[in-house]
């Protein structure tokens, strides 16, 4: 089993759940989150004072998933959140030890 995360544009997300879904991945976990990277953050004027926005919002998206449908899962993941922008964010894939379904105690991939 892997791990997909991935950290995208918070206006990506309806795109990027489609998508998912479109390839079969059902199950999909989304945090608000802050953060930068090569753009370190960017500055805007509020009421004529301008100031640095260090920490951009972003969203951090995780889906365990079966080995033969991680490529399937990066794959959509990279096609929806891309706009071509700088700031478009990255996936990690990780590998999953153990999965349990909490109510019924199936494992592995049974409880994906």
Do not use: W
């Amino acid at each position: 089993m892997k791990l997909v995360t991935a950290v995208i544009k918070p206006f990506k997300l309806d795109a990027v759940r489609e998508a998912l879904t479109g390839v079969g991945i059902e199950g999909l976990t989304v945090m608000e989150v802050r953060g930068y990277g090569r753009q370190k953050g960017h500055t805007e004027i509020y009421r004529g004072t301008e100031y640095a926005v260090n920490f951009l919002p972003k969203l951090k998206i995780e889906c365990a998933v079966d080995n033969e449908d991680a490529a399937k899962a990066v794959e959509a993941i990279s096609e929806a959140a891309r706009t071509g922008q700088i700031g478009d964010g990255k996936i990690f894939v990780l590998d999953l030890e153990q999965a349990i379904r909490i109510r019924t105690g199936e494992s592995g991939s049974e409880a994906l």
